[in-house]
């Protein structure tokens, strides 16, 4: 780093010093996007120590997972929620990167996720892509597949369907809104493999699950796991 380039940056933490993307407090050296206390109090699941969870069971008698877990409760109360929210809509993507991390390592310490060979992110539409500007769940991949040291394989399935937004149905109308919504672009790089398919928030696991179904009609060999970043739902 040139003295030029470390002055700058001297500069800007001295004018816009850094703060906790949760509370808002300054951040100290060493702390990174979320203070020691937040990440102490973080409304962590710990379903990615257990085979048998709730996010698990979202997939039961539909589509067949090796492993599935979520990192934090969706809670509306929880000022997390608004952080998750800040890197989804407001183009607050080292958030996701930083999460991805931590949750990664979470994931590589439990065991469960050792035959893990490739991360696969949730893809965005195109259009929808190009309106955000980014996909959340991309960087939220590029996270988890360091902490774990595989790749991210972002070009074999992709989303042909520009869906109206999950959040704004009823539960009962999700699964028929992401029905026929993904194309696996080039089945053997899924063939015989086990990837980790990763999304931002479950509610419903109606998205994952109608990719879970494509990937599994081109590849029948693949073998699927899945990670979400937080879950909407109650142990």
Same mark, same amino acid.
Request: hydrophobic share 50%; aromatic share 12%.
């Given at each position: 780093m040139s003295i030029l380039s470390?002055?700058?940056?001297?500069?800007?933490?001295?004018?816009f010093p850094p703060v906790c993307a949760v509370c808002g407090a300054p951040l100290v050296r060493g702390e990174r996007s979320?203070?020691?206390?937040?990440?102490?109090?973080?409304?962590?699941?710990?379903?990615?120590r257990e085979a048998a969870n709730p996010v698990a069971d979202r997939f039961a008698g539909l589509v067949p997972i090796e492993q599935a877990s979520a990192f934090l409760?969706?809670?509306?109360?929880?000022?997390?929620?608004?952080?998750?929210?800040?890197?989804?809509?407001r183009a607050r993507w080292r958030l996701a990167d930083e999460l991805g991390r931590?949750?990664?390592?979470?994931?590589? *310490?439990? =065991?469960?996720? $050792?035959?893990?060979?490739?991360? #696969?992110?949730?893809? %965005?539409?195109?259009?929808?892509q190009l309106l955000r500007g980014y996909n959340q769940s991309s960087y939220?991949?590029?996270?988890?597949?360091?902490?774990?040291?595989?790749?991210?394989?972002?070009?074999?399935?992709?989303?042909t369907r520009n869906t109206s937004a999950q959040a704004l149905k009823p539960h009962r109308e999700r699964a028929?809104?992401?029905?026929?919504?993904?194309?696996?672009?080039? *089945?053997? =790089?899924?063939? $015989?493999?086990?990837?980790?398919? #990763?999304?931002?928030? %479950?509610?419903t696991g109606s998205t994952l699950?109608?990719?879970?179904?494509?990937?599994?009609?081109?590849?029948p060999d693949c073998r699927i796991s899945v990670a979400v970043l937080a879950?909407?739902?109650?142990r």
């Open positions: 470390s002055w700058r940056r001297d500069v800007e933490a001295l004018l979320f203070c020691t206390f937040c990440r102490a109090t973080a409304p962590l699941t710990g379903f990615w409760y969706f809670r509306p109360a929880s000022r997390w929620r608004q952080a998750i929210h800040d890197f989804k809509y931590w949750y990664g390592s979470e994931l590589a *310490a439990s =065991g469960l996720y $050792g035959g893990v060979e490739a991360v #696969v992110p949730l893809p %965005l539409h195109p259009f929808k939220l991949a590029e996270g988890i597949a360091g902490a774990l040291g595989v790749p991210v394989e972002r070009r074999t399935l992709r989303r028929a809104n992401v029905a026929g919504a993904f194309r696996v672009r080039d *089945a053997a =790089g899924f063939a $015989g493999r086990h990837i980790l398919l #990763v999304d931002d928030v %479950l509610t699950t109608a990719a879970a179904e494509a990937i599994l009609a081109a590849a879950f909407a739902g109650r």
